[in-house]
């Protein structure tokens, strides 16, 4: 009885040194650094020699009154209120579209939709600058069709800039979410769909009525997905239009990144200030889905 | 005959289907030509909009080269990437391994604390890791770009659930076999857990190929620089060749398109593998 005890306490330890380096891990480059960051978000001064900054809550009042922040905060937001919906319902179609056992050339669809999933960030977004540059395809194609008498800056205009992002950003993860929905359709029984249509069911009232409820927890979770990636937007406004014009496309991280590393300023106390306002963005939107999820079971 | 009527029926009725999936696959696969087509013609020809294949793709080949380091860069980007890959797999399967196979009520409950660190943004975390690197006298190495990507909750809730189809019976069978339980990790859970391998190495490696504001701030020697940060750099000029810059963009893209191609399934399962 002793020794098998003994046994199970050895496995036990085993277990244990098994989740160590992983967890150490976690705990020096995640959660200290965030707690780092808070501590950093009440200091001012350069890099190297920061101290309290006086009022303590300097960095955050300073925040809310900096309109460029402001303007990148609401950029994030415009990102997310218009790309993410587009993007999750487009998904949704294509899965359910894929989902057909009568299509044909279904594997050859499935994998072009999700291609896109194979370019870096960094890569898709000098694409479509190259595409969407003034002396570029686009405006060659629109003018080509009569559509435009001249070409259009899009990079260089705010609300064709904010658009070109939000192109090439559901051009990007549309086929990556359409992965989820198309692993949750699967798991829904075919002859759910089969008593639909007996009972008379159209194609629309089966989705919405079937696949919609069924897909439930998978929508929230690319929902969720997906704000926290809009949230953290940083090659797109880098590298597609550079923040510009006038900070009109740029993003909160992008902003952050500019302000801690980007024009030599090294702003650190700020920065974290920033950062630590987008992290409680985050934390708020998973503890919902948290919520949502625990649901479930 | 009824049969045949039905199914050319079933496929009439699908033409709308069928539209909408060819012109959202032309969508998605027309950049990648666009891509492939301007790396071969001059900036010109680029602007101008040419759709065909031109003769300046050894020459755009040569200028890259010869303005940047771009055999530095790839190697590089494999370097980083095969190293993120090897060690993110190994630290996160052995804690997937025991968080699921040891569980008892505090390794659940770490787990759970584990898990939020899913919440917490890179652009919080990233000025103290620089800090630290920097005082680490790790600038600009691969130790400074893989550290805070080896042990990821994603990775480690994916090989969580995965675990769970590992067969117990096994492990006691093994015990019984005189093996520890370090043995049992090496000879009998990792082959079993091949095909989550694949798909965690897949997702791996893909994430660090693409890494961009990590590198960006820990690596700002050009030699250490990476692909995404090389072609990065040759956009960013005032004036840019296009036909130069798509040639890089072509050689970022090749590696993990080659990958997406071969892994196309484990890739899937990859993305997917945590939320089962």
Redesign the interface.
Known sequence: MKKQKSVLA???R??????L???L??FV??????I??FI?SFKTGP?SRMVWSEPIFKNYIRMFQDKIFLTTLGNTYLYLIIQVPIMLI?AI??AQ??N?K???CRGL?R??????????????S??????F?K???????LMKLGLISQNINFIGETNTARMVIILALI?RWT??NM??YL?GLQNIEYSVYEAAKIDGANGWKTFWHITVPLLRPTII?TFIMSI?GT??L??ES??LTSGGPANSTMT??HY??DN??GQGVGN?GY??AM??L??IM??I??FINLKVGDKRD | MTSKKNKSAIQRRLIPSYIFLIIWSFISVFPFYWMIVASSNSSYEVSQGKLTFGSHFIENFINLTHDYNLWGAMGNSFKYAIAQTVLCLFICSLAGYGFELYHDKHKDRLFGVLLLAMMVPQVATMIPLFVMIAKMKMLNTVVAFILPAISTPFMIMMFRQNSRNFPVDIMEAARIDGLNEFQIFFRMYMPVMKSTYAAAAVISFMNAWNAYLWPKVVMPKSEAQTMPMLIAVIAGGYSIDYGKLMMGVLFCSIPTMIIFFLLQKQFAEGITGAVK
């Open positions: 050895k496995q036990q085993a277990g244990w040194i098994f989740l380096p992983a967890t891990l976690i480059m995640s959660f200290y650094p965030m780092q960051a950093n890099s487009l179609l294509l579209l894929l057909n009568d299509l044909k669809f994998t072009m939709v999700f291609l896109p999933c194979a370019t870096s960030l960094v890569s898709y000098l694409i479509f600058k190259s595409l540059a002396e570029g395809l686009i405006n060659m194609l051009w086929g990556y992965v989820f692993a979770m926290n949230l953290q940083f090659d880098m590298n909160m991280s952050i990144y801690s590393f650190f920065s974290s950062a630590f987008v992290f985050v934390a939107l998973a």
